[in-house]
């Protein structure tokens, strides 16, 4: 069974960082891009980062200068490096791959991480 866990969320004042991970494991045989979601009270599920297997990013315009997505492929774990946070950045995030199986393939999620900026 293909997991994906979740780390490094909590509670920050404005302007610190935070660094989030997400470990995918399981039966695996390739994972293709992997990124961040993140879901605030009231508001729809976005992307905030996102990474494919080939390295390139992409970034929701809030985020972009602040947040860096990295991914470390021989650990199957992508990473979300937050400087300089807002409070408008307190929301669930939460973890995406697109895992290939031996026998299928689909996208996975994390189950999510709060991350809570105070002013």
């Known amino acids: 069974q293909v997991q994906l866990v979740e780390s490094g969320g909590g509670l920050v004042q404005a302007g610190g960082s935070l660094r989030l991970s997400c470990a995918a494991s399981?039966?695996?045989?390739?994972?293709?891009?992997m990124g961040w979601y993140r879901q605030a009270p009231g508001k729809q599920r976005e992307l905030v980062a996102g990474?494919?297997?080939?390295?390139?990013?992409k970034y929701a315009d809030s985020v972009k200068g602040r947040f860096t997505i990295s991914r470390d492929h021989a650990k199957n774990t992508v990473y979300l490096q937050m400087n300089s946070l807002k409070p408008e950045d307190t929301a669930v995030y939460y973890c995406?791959?697109?895992?290939?199986?031996?026998?299928?393939?689909?996208?996975?999620w994390g189950q999510g991480t709060q991350v809570t900026v105070s002013s």
């Open positions: 990474i494919t297997s080939g390295g390139r990013t």
């Open positions: 995406n791959a697109d895992i290939r199986e031996l026998v299928r393939r689909g996208d996975y």
């Open positions: 399981g039966s695996i045989f390739s994972i293709g891009a």
